[in-house]
């Protein structure tokens, strides 16, 4: 069964630190590119950051300077390094990643089921 797993979430103060991962498993041949993406309760799942096969990231402007996204292909595996965190980053977090699970076959998007991040002031 391929899945992502996401983990790393938690509660923590303003200003501080926390490190996401999103780990990718199953039966899978290749990830194209992976991201981040969050909800906050009443609104839109936005983008945080992406990232290519070829390390290529893109940031949302909010989160610019503050978070670091990165990969580890070997482990098929997503991170989030997120600093400075304010109370506005408060959401669920979500990675996400184009598989492909066959030699030559198409890339099928998966979803994590989501961690919980929790910034007090």
């Known amino acids: 069964q391929v899945q992502l797993v996401e983990s790393g979430g938690g509660l923590v103060q303003a200003r501080g630190s926390l490190r996401l991962s999103c780990a990718a498993s199953?039966?899978?041949?290749?990830?194209?590119?992976m991201g981040w993406y969050r909800q906050a309760p009443g609104k839109q799942r936005e983008l945080v950051a992406t990232?290519?096969?070829?390390?290529?990231?893109r940031y949302a402007d909010s989160v610019k300077g503050r978070f670091t996204v990165s990969r580890d292909n070997a482990k098929n595996t997503l991170y989030l390094q997120m600093n400075s965190l304010k109370p506005e980053d408060t959401a669920v977090y979500f990675c996400?990643?184009?598989?492909?699970?066959?030699?030559?076959?198409?890339?099928?998007?998966?979803w994590g089921q989501g961690t919980q991040v929790t910034v007090s002031s």
């Open positions: 996400n990643a184009q598989l492909v699970l066959v030699v030559r076959g198409p890339s099928y998007l998966y």
């Open positions: 199953g039966s899978i041949f290749s990830i194209n590119s």
């Open positions: 990232i290519t096969s070829g390390g290529t990231t």
